[in-house]
């Protein structure tokens, strides 16, 4: 393992101040918010924003402000952050995110995590980016892949041969997987989602709320699903534009974030404008877009190539906490895919759980690890 720290070379931030101040704005017409996509309105005050009041050698600082190293598992480069934790008590927590986030989505969590609670209990965090994505190597693989890596990562590098696992998103996929492959090195796992109905499923088996969470997904898919369709079939169509272009790339992402936030008239309310493009930052200064969205077609084929180990059920302990903004998974369906020892449905929050409500997604943790 080696120290690593983000220093971006001038001329990149300079190639990127050029392009943000060359951008070809395309009619968006009558202004339609979010109907029909990116707010044509915000996305051009988030530019300017970008371009005029963004600092990234300031963000860049407030990054290397915490321990970064990379490493080498199975001829692929890892990049993580390992923060020990302040408590009598530290139990090894892996958070693992997902798309289109990094591993800034945790950046807020940090303190909350490895500060001690009342009993002095805390957390020894690992923040991995994963493959292909951010200051890892760009090699795209498939959940159980990358949950393999980890799983080295953790007990070879590390040497914790016990520990913890939470995420979202991508991050629930590979906790998965890491509980059904590892069972005797993962102890328990927290997640925010748990996997969604994708027609594979016995209709007649699933009960009245699992039928209805399924057919919300069905109508969720023809509304925002085709950047999923997309992404797992023709991957890099897709990432030489958005490799190209940072207000393309932003278009892309900020539109994931309002949609997966519950829709929220004003997208400020949830994520700081800095925070948001800290997040597109680390994937335009590392050009991960095409590999990180590539993922998704890894997954595909190794879905329709004989499963994954993360479409099984998961016995090791599982902690669920459902955010508002999420899609609602019931009770029902969430005992199908795991062993839930904590189902708790929240009235705040978003599907960038740890971002969004930094507090609430902390003592959900907390709260969780602690009974286990």
Same mark, same amino acid.
């Given at each position: 393992?080696?120290?690593?720290?983000?220093?971006?070379?001038?001329?990149?931030?300079?190639?990127?101040?050029?392009?943000?101040?060359?951008?070809?704005?395309?009619?968006?017409?009558?202004?339609?918010?979010?109907?029909?996509?990116?707010?044509?309105?915000?996305?051009?005050?988030?530019?300017?924003?970008?371009?005029?009041?963004?600092?990234?050698?300031?963000?860049?600082?407030?990054?290397?402000?915490?321990?970064?190293?990379?490493?080498?598992?199975?001829?692929?480069?890892?990049?993580?952050?390992?923060?020990?934790?302040?408590?009598?008590?530290?139990?090894?927590?892996?958070?693992?995110?997902?798309?289109?986030?990094?591993?800034?989505?945790?950046?807020?969590?940090?303190?909350?995590?490895?500060?001690?609670?009342? &009993?002095?209990?805390?957390?020894? #965090?690992?923040?991995?980016? $994963?493959?292909? =994505?951010?200051?890892?190597?760009?090699? %795209?693989? /498939?959940?159980?892949?990358?949950?393999?890596?980890?799983?080295?990562?953790?007990?070879?590098?590390?040497?914790?041969?016990?520990?913890?696992?939470?995420?979202?998103?991508?991050?629930?996929?590979?906790?998965?997987?890491?509980?059904?492959?590892?069972?005797?090195?993962?102890?328990?796992?927290?997640?925010?989602?748990?996997?969604?109905?994708?027609?594979?499923?016995?209709?007649?088996?699933?009960?009245?709320?699992?039928?209805?969470?399924?057919?919300?997904?069905?109508?969720?898919?023809?509304?925002?699903?085709?950047?999923?369709?997309?992404?797992?079939?023709?991957?890099?169509?897709?990432?030489?534009?958005? &490799?190209?272009?940072?207000?393309? #790339?932003?278009?892309?992402? $900020?539109?994931? =974030?309002?949609?997966?936030?519950?829709? %929220?008239? /004003?997208?400020?309310?949830?994520?700081?404008?800095?925070?948001?493009?800290?997040?597109?930052?680390?994937?335009?200064?590392?050009?991960?877009?095409?590999?990180?969205?590539?993922?998704?077609?890894?997954?595909?084929?190794?879905?329709?190539?004989?499963?994954?180990?993360?479409?099984?059920?998961?016995?090791?302990?599982?902690?669920?906490?459902?955010?508002?903004?999420?899609?609602?998974?019931?009770?029902?369906?969430?005992?199908?895919?795991?062993?839930?020892?904590?189902?708790?449905?929240?009235?705040?929050?978003?599907?960038?759980?740890?971002?969004?409500?930094?507090?609430?997604?902390?003592?959900?943790?907390?709260?969780?690890?602690?009974?286990?």
């Amino acid at each position: 393992m080696k120290s690593f720290k983000i220093e971006v070379p001038q001329e990149i931030l300079d190639d990127l101040k050029t392009r943000l101040q060359n951008t070809r704005w395309a009619d968006a017409g009558d202004d339609t918010g979010w109907n029909l996509g990116t707010d044509s309105s915000y996305l051009k005050a988030f530019t300017n924003h970008w371009l005029n009041h963004y600092n990234w050698r300031k963000e860049e600082g407030k990054l290397n402000q915490f321990p970064h190293y990379k490493t080498m598992v199975d001829e692929t480069t890892l990049h993580f952050l390992h923060v020990k934790g302040n408590g009598a008590v530290n139990e090894p927590l892996l958070l693992i995110h997902g798309w289109p986030d990094s591993f800034t989505r945790f950046l807020k969590v940090i303190p909350k995590l490895n500060t001690p609670d009342e &009993n002095g209990f805390a957390f020894d #965090l690992i923040i991995p980016s $994963i493959p292909g =994505f951010g200051f890892s190597e760009q090699k %795209p693989m /498939n959940s159980d892949q990358t949950a393999i890596l980890f799983n080295k990562l953790m007990t070879e590098k590390l040497g914790y041969q016990q520990y913890f696992a939470a995420g979202g998103d991508m991050g629930s996929t590979i906790s998965k997987s890491l509980a059904i492959q590892f069972p005797e090195n993962i102890s328990a796992i927290h997640l925010t989602d748990v996997g969604y109905p994708n027609g594979s499923e016995n209709w007649a088996e699933m009960s009245q709320p699992e039928q209805e969470f399924g057919q919300y997904i069905q109508q969720w898919f023809f509304k925002e699903g085709a950047f999923n369709m997309l992404q797992s079939t023709k991957p890099q169509t897709l990432g030489f534009a958005l &490799n190209d272009s940072p207000v393309g #790339l932003a278009s892309w992402i $900020i539109e994931k =974030f309002h949609g997966w936030s519950g829709y %929220p008239e /004003n997208l400020d309310s949830y994520y700081s404008k800095d925070e948001l493009i800290t997040n597109i930052m680390v994937y335009w200064v590392t050009q991960t877009i095409n590999s990180s969205i590539h993922i998704y077609a890894e997954q595909a084929k190794a879905t329709w190539q004989g499963g994954l180990k993360s479409d099984q059920k998961v016995e090791v302990p599982t902690g669920v906490s459902l955010f508002a903004g999420e899609a609602p998974f019931p009770k029902e369906w969430v005992d199908r895919k795991v062993t839930a020892k904590s189902f708790n449905v929240l009235d705040s929050g978003s599907h960038f759980a740890a971002m969004s409500s930094p507090e609430l997604f902390s003592k959900e943790l907390f709260d969780f690890f602690r009974k286990v």
